[in-house]
């Protein structure tokens, strides 16, 4: 079956400007999951979504960073007034239940990620 | 907070010779999970290998093997018989059990020398 797609693959926008970002899961996987990719970094989580609980934001950088994920499926992450350094590559995952749920390890499945460009 | 570090930002292998990546972690927990992901040019972070903590026998899947060593934190990765399409990043991570999420070390580009 089709895999984690993410688009666009690639955006450029200028300082100030509201952007985006979209993620189609795996059909049937509960968890959803965003990470960011900077330069040169290992990725860093942003925001986990599980179900109908409410998502763990814990790791927003920042108030202008912000997702949804409607009707259990498609998430949207959106950043306003992007700055220079939300340049990054936004990494998307979606998991069958959560990634440790029953005491198993459920496997996250990776999007291909939007480069974003901030100019 | 957990953390994962990898001190090799570059590696290189002739074809068909075994490279072994570094990885160290730190964490209070007892119960957790260690992951190597290849990240080819594409972006798409593919999983490598895992290894449950309480486990004491190392994981292994096909050319690849890890050697964990829960006391002092390590946990390395051993690519045998290096093939051309092994060229990537890779990246160790860490999951609390119980927690979903991902903490990614910066990743090691390996390059293979045909």
């Known amino acids: 079956g089709a895999g984690v797609s993410q688009s666009p693959s690639n955006k450029v926008t200028e300082k100030g400007k509201d952007v985006e970002l979209r993620c189609d899961p795996i059909?049937?996987?509960?968890?959803l999951y965003w990470y960011r990719q900077s330069l040169g970094q290992g990725l860093e989580f942003l925001i986990y979504?599980?179900?109908?609980?409410?998502?763990?934001k814990s790791g927003l950088p920042s108030d202008r960073f912000s997702a949804e994920r409607t009707g259990g499926s498609v998430s949207t992450l959106t950043i306003q007034r992007t700055q220079q350094e939300d340049s990054a590559v936004y990494l998307c995952?979606?998991?069958?239940?959560?990634?440790?749920?029953?005491?198993?390890?459920?496997?996250?499945?990776f999007g291909p990620g939007t480069r974003l460009t901030v100019l | 907070a957990q953390t994962v570090t990898q001190s090799q930002p570059e590696m290189s292998v002739q074809e068909a010779e075994t490279v072994t990546l570094s990885c160290t972690y730190d964490t209070s927990e007892s119960d957790y999970y260690l992951f190597w992901y290849k990240q080819p040019p594409s972006r798409q972070m593919i999983l490598v290998i895992r290894?449950?903590?309480?486990?004491?026998q190392n994981a292994t899947e096909n050319r690849f093997s890890v050697n964990f060593q829960k006391a002092a934190k390590s946990f390395s990765l051993k690519i045998s018989d290096s093939q051309l399409g092994d060229a990537a990043m890779y990246f160790c991570a860490y999951s609390n059990f119980g927690n979903e999420k991902l903490t990614f070390g910066t990743g090691t580009r390996l390059t293979i020398i045909p």
């Open positions: 979504f599980q179900g109908n609980s409410a998502p763990d």
């Open positions: 995952a979606s998991s069958p239940l959560g990634g440790l749920a029953g005491g198993l390890y459920n496997e996250q499945f």
């Open positions: 059909s049937g996987h509960t968890a």
């Open positions: 290894q449950e903590a309480y486990k004491q």
